[in-house]
């Protein structure tokens, strides 16, 4: 009678928890977006809109993925065109949920419950993720729907895991690996295709494509990747030549891009391995880049801090539930993103959807190395 007792109390106690985190995290994300000074709008914000209209007039407009573009026209609509308002909302919901997703994760993986709710404490807070909550930008987004798609994988409703990686996708195509290898790793693991995951991913892109050929004659997502490619030329860290397209206007397809790439690099391989680790170091410094003095030494310091949290004690927590594969699959974005974007060109906020793993990750050591010194043991996979 007692030890049920207990294990009820301490249910409710964790419940309580939580719902405290969730409404202080709430109210932070309110309080950055509607009470603060700060702008709401970037460069890339008023591009999702002019994608977004050209959607309402009937276009499409094959340049960005046109996921946040299409939550805008819709916004658009049910607002009569005064949609900032309701996509700060959104963002806020999201960022918020995304909170109870790592939490939930995180009790799935790890057997103690102390994980998750240090991971969505430190998640609640944490300036980085509040800080782009503000931001008409695809990162809230992509987070809500990667951290969902893991959340109903470890939940085993793999259409619905399938269908929110599509999702994720839609709204920014450098996830786009991450449920490849999923995808391959549970069907080397299990010898048999996980359909429903399969199912639910490859449907909703099967049919944006053949959309996007209907209105432009292209088979694809987002039709950026050539000037992605020709960007990732001579990009280094936080200097990125946006005009080089301008400057280069005979390299018109991906595959002249990626022979300009290798032609680089093959010329210069020192200057290319230089380029690479500062794009490295953009998107995990521990002492980031001034970005031509539009950060002070206090928002580098911060910015470092989280990075040294999420890199150190992330790849620490991988290290010491390493023999766990629903632990090692917290990893891949971290993985994925990161090579993506040391490979190509790298800023800051392109860390925003891996970093919510990251933490989980580092929790994971916090908690096994101070609060529970036997280390919380993961669940089998």
């Not at 005979?250 to 891009?257: D, F, Q, W």
């Not at 500062?278 to 980031?288: D, G, I, T, V």
Request: aromatic content about 16%; hydrophobic content about 50%; proline content about 4%.
């Amino acid at each position: 009678m007692n030890k049920t007792s207990g294990k009820t109390s301490g249910a409710l106690d964790q419940k309580e928890a939580l719902i405290f985190i969730l409404i202080v995290g709430f109210l932070l994300r309110v309080l950055i977006t509607f009470f603060t000074w700060l702008p709401n709008m970037q460069m890339d914000s008023y591009e999702y809109y002019n994608q977004a209209d050209t959607l309402l007039s009937g276009g499409y407009t094959n340049y960005f993925p046109n996921g946040y573009p299409l939550m805008i026209a819709i916004a658009k609509f049910f607002t009569s065109g005064d949609s900032e308002i309701l996509l700060l909302w959104i963002n806020v919901v999201f960022s918020t949920l995304i909170i109870w997703f790592i939490y939930d994760i995180g009790n799935r993986v790890y057997a103690s419950p102390r994980i998750g709710l240090v991971a969505a404490a430190i998640l609640a807070g944490f300036p980085a993720q509040l800080n782009y909550v503000r931001l008409l930008m695809t990162e809230v987004p992509t987070a809500f729907f990667l951290v969902g798609a893991y959340f109903f994988y470890y939940r085993k409703q793999y259409f619905w895991s399938g269908l929110f990686f599509a999702l994720a996708i839609f709204v920014r195509t450098n996830v786009a690996p991450i449920p490849i290898l999923l995808l391959a790793i549970q069907t080397i693991r299990n010898k048999r295709v996980p359909w429903r995951l399969l199912t639910g991913c490859l449907l909703p892109l099967l049919a944006i494509c053949l959309y996007c050929h209907a209105k432009t004659g292209e088979f694809s997502v987002a039709g950026n990747n050539q000037i992605n490619i020709l960007y990732a030329v001579t990009a280094k860290g936080s200097y990125i030549d946006f005009s080089l397209n301008r400057k280069h206007p005979e390299i018109n397809t991906s595959g002249k891009a990626l022979r300009m790439y290798v032609d680089h690099m093959k010329a210069d391989p020192l200057g290319f391995i230089g380029q690479k680790w500062a794009n490295f170091w953009e998107l995990w410094a521990f002492y980031p880049d001034s970005v031509h003095n539009t950060r002070g030494v206090a928002s580098r310091l911060l910015l470092g801090i989280g990075h040294f949290f999420m890199v150190v004690f992330g790849i620490i927590g991988w290290w010491l539930h390493r023999r766990s594969l629903s632990s090692n699959l917290l990893m891949l974005p971290f993985v994925t993103v990161t090579l993506i974007h040391t490979a190509l060109f790298a800023m800051s906020r392109y860390t925003y959807p891996v970093e919510p793993f990251m933490i989980l990750l580092a929790a994971s050591a916090v908690v096994s190395l101070t609060i529970d010194r036997n280390r919380a043991r993961p669940v089998r996979s």
